[in-house]
């Protein structure tokens, strides 16, 4: 058989010809829905791969409110964290599997530092806290960050991230504004944003690693990616009240301004002991993207293996 170039591309092609063992999504676009409906009425699994709390982002560029179809239509489904496996169960009798975010094996291996390292950047007069991530969207607390920068002038804060939102997810704040005030403040640096691989080097050599979210729908559902690069740079972490971390090694959970700092504080006044060290390098071995294929594989077999 020899198709042409149109039909290699088509939906009714990759799904006639290709006869695909299941499908995986992750985000719900609205215009992949009628793919989904085909995928059920050929009797191919489709497996979602929920990533984050979609619905409640206040702009959905993707379309609004497609996750429940995406739903509907799969045969099973996972998601990051305990709170969206609550929030969406009861939409389907599928199953959803509980699987966190992790860490990508190669960066995890370029991130390493040793315990001399740890102790070694301690003992540099000048301490520093880090951020990285995504600086605009609503749900970062530029309350926290203001009294952090303003309560410690001994302490340098280097933020890494955009700042400024792309045009089709403007949640209409003026995020600019808010940077150039801070940028007065001498211990604070805006560095914007960088690429992934460059970011390797800032998180080896500063002190504590900070996750200033704002607490609602979205950040109880997410699992931050930022926990596990930090501490993949064995970097303790003080983040506000995001249920699905609490319990990792090494993270300290805030509930106000005045804790945060307090946490940052004490974080600084001692390297990270050696067996904290080792607890939380054995964690970062446990949660790498292998580990993460690995447990999608099992839900994804089992999942064909209910429909054969």
């Known amino acids: 058989m020899n198709p042409q170039a149109d039909d290699i591309v088509s939906e009714d092609y990759l799904l006639n010809e290709w006869k695909p063992d299941y499908v995986r999504s992750h985000n719900p676009v609205g215009s992949y829905i009628d793919f989904l409906k085909k995928c059920c009425d050929l009797h191919i699994p489709h497996l979602y791969d929920q990533m984050d709390y979609w619905d409640g982002f206040p702009v959905q560029p993707w379309g609004e409110c497609t996750e429940d179809d995406y739903i509907k239509y799969a ?111 001498s211990n604070v640096e805006f560095l914007g944003q960088i690429s992934h691989r460059e970011l390797i080097p800032y998180l080896r050599k500063c002190n504590v690693a900070i996750i200033p979210f704002v607490v609602n729908d979205v950040t109880e559902a997410c699992s931050p990616l930022k926990c596990f690069e930090y501490l993949g740079a064995s970097l303790p972490v003080v983040t506000t009240a995001l249920p699905e971390i609490k319990d990792y090694p090494m993270v300290f959970t805030a509930h106000s301004k005045e804790e945060f700092l307090q946490f940052i504080d004490t974080l600084l006044t001692a390297p990270m002991s050696s067996d904290d060290y080792k607890q939380v390098s054995a964690f970062i071995d446990n949660n790498t993207w292998k580990a993460r294929s690995n447990e999608l594989d099992v839900v994804a077999n089992a999942m064909i293996q209910m429909g054969e």
């Open 75 to 185: 045969a099973a489904n996972m998601t990051i964290s305990n709170w969206l496996v609550n929030k969406n169960s009861e939409k389907t009798n599928a199953s959803f599997a509980m699987i966190p975010n992790a860490i990508k094996n190669t960066f995890a291996e370029e991130l390493a530092v040793s315990y001399d390292e740890v102790v070694y950047r301690h003992s540099k007069s000048r301490k520093t806290v880090i951020y990285s991530g995504a600086i605009w969207p609503e749900w970062f607390d530029w309350d926290i960050m203001s009294f952090l920068i303003q309560s410690r002038p001994e302490y340098d804060f280097l933020m890494i991230g955009a700042y400024e939102p792309s045009s089709d997810e403007d949640d209409g704040r003026n995020v600019r504004n808010i940077v150039a005030n801070l940028k007065q403040y």
